[in-house]
């Protein structure tokens, strides 16, 4: 990928925007998601959306914790070095999900829009090479968007009403 040639820094604001926009449809795309369904794959090898849901939180834990907070989900142990979904395993309640992104969703966006043009240009070593720690922030950033998206998708093939979008000033 072709370096920026501008204040990073400028565009984490703008991410910033979606930052908030997923942490408001995290709540919204399982709500009232019953257990059993978040473990359904119909006879697929699809992630379910309780793997999702799961996943999604662990890369916030991992971000913040390389903005030197220091916490975990209460299920860390599930989705640590970027661990696929395991079968047969019963993944931890939606809720309980839904807690950790709670606790650590402020504390991450704070340490966001505090982080330096320095630590965004620093270099991180991925299984696949390297990147900035501005593009591994970028690659979250989609991917939250990606598995909101396939929860989504999830939530219509079981029968679920759609996700609601937040309306202007309902978005925290």
């Not at 829009?113 to 270099?123: F, H, P």
């Not at 591994?136 to 989504?152: A, D, P, T």
Request: with cysteine; glycine share 6%.
């Amino acid at each position: 990928m072709e370096e920026l040639k501008t204040d990073k820094k400028a565009f984490i604001e703008g991410f910033i925007l979606l930052y908030d926009l997923h942490t408001a449809l995290f709540a919204n795309v399982i709500k009232d998601v019953s257990e059993k369904d978040a473990h359904k794959r119909l006879d697929t090898k699809a992630n379910h959306i309780a793997w999702l849901a799961g996943s999604l939180v662990q890369e916030r834990f991992d971000l913040a914790n390389a903005l030197n907070i220091d916490q975990q989900q209460k299920a860390a142990t599930l989705f640590e070095g970027h661990k696929g979904i395991q079968d047969g395993l019963t993944y931890p309640a939606l809720e309980s999900f839904k807690e950790d992104w709670d606790r650590i969703s402020p504390l991450l966006r704070t340490a966001l829009l505090a982080v330096s043009q320095e630590k965004l240009d620093s270099s991180i070593e991925m299984p696949d090479g390297e990147m900035t720690f501005f593009d591994w922030v970028f690659f979250i950033v989609h991917r939250e968007s990606y598995c909101i998206g396939q929860i989504g998708l999830w939530r219509r093939l079981l029968g679920y009403e759609a996700m609601k979008y937040p309306m202007e000033g309902e978005k925290k």
